[in-house]
């Protein structure tokens, strides 16, 4: 059963395209899991904005558009990994399946591919929220 007290857990969506990110935000709801606590979700467009969030601290779970231009959520998501120390840990949105080598070498999370489908992303977010909550997502494993 969720805490009541605690505080919502904040998700970061990057996407050069508003659907997008909308699609990703409509999947997650106020909480992708019953058992989890509610989230806060920010939306941003450039790569640039993603890296202040994430250097202020503070977020949970990033999901990345791997299709975005002209940065792409990959090159973000091998940047973030590399220079953030205990990066959070990280869900990529792939053009196809064929990018997965791709997303595995950006040291990607978890892994969903375009067209994204809801409960898929509900899913992986809610699994990358557990096991931030439980402080086991400094292993990079891309499905």
Do not use: F
Not at 48 to 69: F, Q
Not at 107 to 120: K, Y
């Amino acid at each position: 059963m969720t805490d009541p007290t605690r505080s919502p857990m904040q998700v970061l969506v990057y996407s050069d395209d508003s659907a997008i990110r909308r699609s990703v935000v409509m999947a997650l709801g106020s909480r992708p899991a019953p058992e989890l606590p509610t989230i806060v979700v920010t939306e941003v467009a450039t790569a640039t904005i993603v890296r202040d969030e994430v250097a202020k601290g503070g977020i949970d779970v990033i999901i990345l558009d791997g299709e975005a231009v002209p940065v792409g959520g990959m090159g973000v998501c091998k940047s973030l990994k590399e220079e953030i120390y205990q990066c959070p840990p990280i869900l990529l949105l792939t053009g196809r399946k064929e990018d997965e080598w791709l997303a595995r070498w950006s040291n990607a999370d978890a892994v969903v591919q375009h067209p994204l489908d809801a409960i898929e992303v509900a899913h992986a977010v809610a699994d990358l929220l557990r096991r931030r909550l439980v402080g086991t997502s400094d292993s990079p494993s891309a499905r």
